[in-house]
């Protein structure tokens, strides 16, 4: 059974950092390409990070680029969020999400991380 | 970027009805489009990619059509699992976007 687990979440101040995680299981982790999806409270879903298997391809949304990095251990079967310069409006859930096989739909998810960017 | 209208942002319906759901791109996507339901407090689930394949496990009384700059999804008897809200997605280019999200809720 595939699962993602989030982790990491939680009240920061503006300007702080934070390291979410994702712990995957039940596939061929190095196989996919991962993606951190974020949904602010009572809001939409917004696409924030995509690596590619081999963490070749990166790309960022611009809303997070330069402060957001991306990055993946393939024998860990974890990937990660490095969040610096945080802003009010990057309290979200954080998602990560699994790409379909050969497109970049998201076939899983996790349950989601919460993070709080507040004084 | 491309632009993505997904209406009507709430639809009120009953169980039993056919209900569809629109999204309109700024420009061609060919068929590089998704269809995920998120539940209150759940992570989004896909339903349909590629614009009309249903993901496995999914009820065939939901399906997708359309390409190019017009898709819909449709319903064709709700059930009472499916009072959610629904997104597109379109995956044609970066960055990756998403419609601004459908409530389907009980009339």
């Known amino acids: 059974e595939v699962q993602l687990v989030e982790s990491g979440g939680g009240l920061v101040q503006p300007g702080g950092s934070l390291r979410l995680s994702c712990a995957a299981s039940g596939f061929t982790f190095s196989s996919y390409s991962m993606n951190w999806v974020r949904q602010a409270p009572g809001k939409g879903l917004e696409w924030v990070s995509y690596?590619?298997?081999?963490?070749?391809?990166?790309y960022y949304a611009d809303s997070v680029k330069g402060r957001f990095t991306i990055s993946r251990d393939n024998a860990k079967n974890s990937l990660y969020l490095q969040m610096n310069s945080l802003r009010a409006e990057d309290t979200a859930v954080y998602y990560c999400a699994r790409d379909c096989s050969s497109t970049s739909c998201y076939d899983y998810w996790g349950q989601g991380t919460l993070v709080t960017v507040s004084s | 970027v491309i632009w993505m209208t997904q209406s009507p942002s709430l639809l009120s319906a009953s169980t039993g009805d056919r209900v569809t759901i629109s999204c309109r791109m700024s420009?061609?996507?060919?068929?590089?489009l998704a269809w995920y339901q998120q539940k209150p407090g759940k992570a989004p689930e896909l339903l349909i990619y590629a614009a009309s394949t249903l993901q496995s496990g999914v009820p065939s009384r939901f399906s997708g059509s359309g390409s190019g700059t017009d898709f819909t999804l449709t319903i064709s008897c709700l059930q009472s699992e499916d009072f959610a809200t629904y997104y597109c997605?379109?995956?044609?280019?970066?960055?990756?976007?998403f419609g601004q999200g459908t409530k389907v809720e009980i009339k």
């Open positions: 690596i590619s298997s081999s963490s070749s391809t990166i």
């Open positions: 420009q061609g996507i060919s068929s590089y």
């Open positions: 997605q379109q995956y044609y280019s970066f960055p990756w976007t």
